[in-house]
Nanobody, 124 residues
């Protein structure tokens, strides 16, 4: 049974940094893509960053140059390093996995597994 457990959320001032972690377990092999999503109050959930099994990363424009996604397959942990945080980054952040052996296929695909989320609050 696949499980995803996020941690690392919190409250910081604008300009600060946070690193989110997502411990994953239950996969039978490494043919999957991982992603971070977020949902701000009153807004739809949006994709933030992805990483495929080859380590290739993609980002939405609003976080490019500020956020870095990475994955440690020894520790079975996905990370999201967030720098230069802005109030508009305030959201619940979710880790998700897509069973997919190739490059990231795009945001139109429904993710197969989700974590419960971790809250990030950025004050101005």
């Amino acid at each position: 049974q696949v499980q995803l457990v996020e941690s690392g959320g919190g409250s910081v001032q604008a300009g600060g940094s946070l690193r989110l972690s997502c411990a994953f377990s239950g996969f039978t092999d490494y043919r999957f893509c991982m992603a971070w999503f977020r949902q701000a109050p009153g807004k739809e959930r949006e994709g933030v960053a992805t990483i495929d099994r080859h380590g290739a990363a993609t980002y939405v424009d609003s976080v490019k140059g500020r956020f870095t996604i990475s994955q440690d397959n020894v520790k079975n942990t996905l990370y999201l390093q967030m720098n230069s945080l802005k109030p508009e980054d305030t959201a619940m952040y979710y880790c998700a996995a897509l069973l997919w052996g190739g490059s990231w296929p795009g945001w139109d695909y429904d993710m197969d597994y989700w974590g419960e989320g971790t809250l990030v609050t950025i004050s101005s």
